[in-house]
């Protein structure tokens, strides 16, 4: 039996829809199980909670590997982003050891450190180190960039092509290796298959800038508009103010836009994508932006 956390998430609902469609049995653990959708009536449901430990004894019985992809970029009403970024994967490692599970398999994104400006970052550092030193049998898959047409970063940005110009978050020129979410569900899959262990890069083929990967998606849809920097000096404050008044209904928050400023970049390229048996698209062949 396989456990899979996030498995409504970007990454998550592509590794099930795999998982199913070759009757791998899994089981979903889950806050509601009607964000599975159909999928939902092709899994074992733990009905439980990240924030919430004593939920995971269910789910985890009889489990011999455990997918963790849950994570979050911003608070919730429940806990923070290092409570689910870090203490959570911590806690579900240590959970994982005492239940008898063999494998634990885990996304991260790359370049996290402990003094990273990204509380994102910060957090999965943290648990990184906790992986590195489990007695089972571990795999660290530490991506770039995570796109997926339509996905809820790039539906805000098709929001802000209605203004006349869209703000960008200093400069844009972060770089990063933009992967698509299928091509990272391809290498979880690929990692599960291989028994694969230790720590994986994944990235795209390109390097492109922040401003570059905005420009690449108002093409796909179709909108030109004038890219305005936002000096990340006056951004902060007003985020900040924004999240505090509309609460968990915040259009964007700052820790949001602050991954969007930060560097994600591997020097093996696609190699350790290409060792698990997956050759990366471009982004702009897959959001139709040629």
């Not at 899994?26 to 092709?42: K, Q, Y």
């Not at 960039?145 to 996905?151: L, M, T």
Request: glycine share 8%; hydrophobic share 45%; net charge positive.
């Amino acid at each position: 039996m396989l456990l899979l956390t996030g498995a409504t998430g970007l990454v998550g609902s592509a590794v099930l829809r795999r998982l199913t469609a070759r009757g791998d049995p899994v089981r979903c653990l889950v806050r509601d199980p009607r964000r599975l959708g159909a999928e939902r009536v092709r899994v074992q449901l733990a009905i439980g909670d990240l924030s919430d430990p004593a939920s995971w004894r269910h789910a985890l019985r009889g489990v011999k590997t455990v997918v963790h992809l849950a994570a979050t970029e911003r608070d919730q009403p429940r806990a923070t982003i290092e409570e689910i970024d870090g203490l959570a994967a911590l806690r579900l490692l240590r959970a994982a050891e005492r239940a008898g599970a063999e494998r634990f398999l885990w996304l991260t994104p790359l370049g996290a450190s402990p003094h990273h400006r990204s509380r994102v970052h910060r957090a999965k550092a943290l648990a990184e180190r906790a992986v590195a030193a489990s007695n089972l049998s571990t795999a660290t898959l530490a991506s770039s960039y995570v796109y997926a047409p339509g996905d809820r970063r790039l539906q805000r940005l098709e929001r802000l092509a209605l203004l006349p110009a869209v703000p960008l978050m200093g400069q844009g020129g972060a770089p990063t290796q933009p992967i698509w979410a299928d091509d990272v569900a391809d290498c979880v899959v690929g990692a599960l298959d291989d028994r694969a262990a230790g720590r994986f890069e994944l990235a795209g083929p390109d390097v492109l800038s922040h401003r570059q990967i905005v420009r690449l998606a108002l093409r796909g849809a179709h909108r030109r508009r004038r890219l305005v920097p936002v000096p990340l000096t006056l951004a902060r404050p007003l985020l900040r103010a924004h999240e505090t008044l509309a609460g968990p209904t915040a259009f964007a928050t700052w820790d949001e836009a602050e991954l969007l400023t930060v560097p994600m970049l591997t020097p093996n390229g696609t190699a350790d994508a290409e060792r698990l048996g997956v050759r990366p698209r471009r982004m702009a062949d897959v959001l139709g932006a040629l």
